[in-house]
Structure formats: structure tokens, C-alpha cells
């Protein structure tokens, strides 16, 4: 939950904001912090939602692409075939 950080860490860091900013502002301060890592995850969500969907459309274009170079190949055996006096030389 805290990364590499331990208890005693923590309690260190509990008892220095205890200290700077007393108890009665201990709430007001861990309702903004909480407020701020829940936006700041809202806000990473969304820009790796971003992210994927921009992949899945590159994605797809390059999919769309090879689909179109398939059809020219298979187009121009079969104009080739239709038509033989056609032919390139």
C-alpha cells in the first residue's frame, strides 16, 4: 500500500505532521490528501485509457491497411487473366 516505506516510517511521518500542524488539522489534511491521490488516479486512468485506445486505432489502421494491399494483389492477377493483352511489358 505505502511502497517501500515501513511502520516505523510512517509513524515518524504521523508524529512530525502531528507535531507541525496539531491535531485538530490532522483531518482537514488527510481529507485533502486522500481527495488528491483519488483525483490524481482518476487522472492516470484516464490518460492509460487514452493511451490504449490511441494503440487499438493505430492498431486498426495498419489492420485496414494490409486488408486494402491484399485486395491490389488479388485484384491484379485476376485483371492480368481478364485481360492478357493488357500486360505490362
Given amino acids: 500500500m505505502f511502497g517501500s516505506l515501513g511502520m516505523p516510517e510512517i509513524m515518524l511521518i504521523f508524529v512530525v505532521a502531528l507535531i507541525l500542524f496539531g491535531p485538530r488539522q490532522m483531518p482537514k489534511i488527510g481529507k485533502s ?8 488516479r482518476r487522472a492516470s ?4 485509457r487514452t ?5 487499438a486505432a493505430s492498431d486498426l489502421e495498419e489492420v485496414r ?3 486494402e494491399e491484399i485486395r491490389e494483389v ?8 481478364l485481360d ?3 500486360e505490362e511489358s
Fill in 74 to 81: 488479388a485484384r491484379n492477377p485476376v485483371k492480368k487473366v
Fill in 51 to 55: 493511451i490504449e485506445d490511441e494503440v
Fill in 65 to 67: 491497411k494490409d486488408i
Fill in 33 to 40: 490528501l486522500g481527495k488528491a491521490l483519488a483525483e490524481f
Fill in 45 to 48: 486512468n484516464e490518460f492509460k
Fill in 84 to 86: 492478357p493483352k493488357n
